[in-house]
């Protein structure tokens, strides 16, 4: 039986254990790069992918404050948090690729393989960091938001595209050169090149997002800035909050009148 891209990202999705998953992520990215002829096939996705029994998944207001000031706990809590949204990053570019990759070029399955592949890495770094600092994954409670914003654009690509990328991907663009500083005021210089890495790594991830919201509003006629304050408005549960961090997101290709100023009139 023929083996397709599609059926390696569900695997990826199914598997439950965070280092399966970042193993076969890896080895699904390789796997696709080395020949341009693999099938893309499809293969559903499941609604929710596999995750270990720990850590119980809350209410975001459950989980523990991060506040690096503290000492360890402080930067093991900012950490955690910080593994689990790399772990939901790739089993959402996987269910980028399974649920919406049929019907799209192979340039798109290309972009999202390798933003996988890069959240892999993401959290196999902060994992080894939560080691060295004395604690794992699964340690402290995590929540759910993430998957619930795949879930609440499951059936859209333009949806799905709006808010992940370019609303949560891009808030993280917002927030992490705060978290750098703070790192780097209490002295953990490796805690703070793990996420330079990421956050470099990130706005290329706005900025595939950015790119098929485009080719995407293009092919169905739509304006993007209005199309994406629209989508927003409709799929979209919480609230733009500033400050932005414009920079990066010109970088990503993320205009300022998307979403800041009387012209974003998506609050």
């Known amino acids: 039986m023929t083996v ?3 059926d390696r990202a569900v695997g990826c999705l199914r598997a439950q254990q965070p280092a399966e998953k970042v193993a076969l992520t890896r080895a699904a990215a390789a796997w696709w790069r080395v020949r341009p002829d693999r099938p893309l096939g499809r293969a559903e996705p499941p609604d929710r992918p596999g ?8 209410a975001p207001g459950g989980v523990p404050r991060r506040r690096v000031t503290s000492g360890v706990p402080g930067r093991v809590a900012l950490l955690h948090a910080l593994a689990h949204i790399e772990l939901n990053a790739i089993d959402l570019a996987w269910d980028m690729v399974a649920r919406f990759g049929p019907g799209q070029p192979r340039a798109f399955c290309d972009d999202w393989v390798t933003v996988a592949a890069e959240e892999a890495l993401h959290f196999a770094l902060i994992a080894d960091r939560l080691g ?5 994954y699964g340690d402290l409670p995590a929540h759910d938001g993430l998957w619930e914003a795949a879930q609440a654009t499951a059936d859209d690509l333009a949806g799905r595209l709006a808010v992940v990328p370019l609303v949560l991907e891009a808030r993280g663009l917002d927030v992490t050169p705060a978290m750098i500083a703070r790192l780097q005021a209490v002295g953990d210089e490796t805690s703070a090149a793990v996420l330079q890495r990421i956050y470099d790594d990130e706005i290329g991830h706005v900025a595939v997002g950015k790119r098929w919201f485009d080719t995407l509003c293009r092919q169905d006629g739509h304006e993007p800035q209005a199309r994406w304050q629209a989508l927003v408005r409709a799929r979209f549960r919480g609230q733009l909050k500033p400050p932005f961090n414009e920079a990066a997101r010109s970088r990503a290709g993320l205009p300022a009148a998307w979403y800041a100023g009387d012209s974003a009139a998506i609050a």
């Open 4 to 6: 397709t891209l599609s």
């Open 51 to 58: 995750r270990p029994a720990r850590p119980p998944l809350v």
């Open 132 to 136: 060295a600092l004395g604690a794992a």
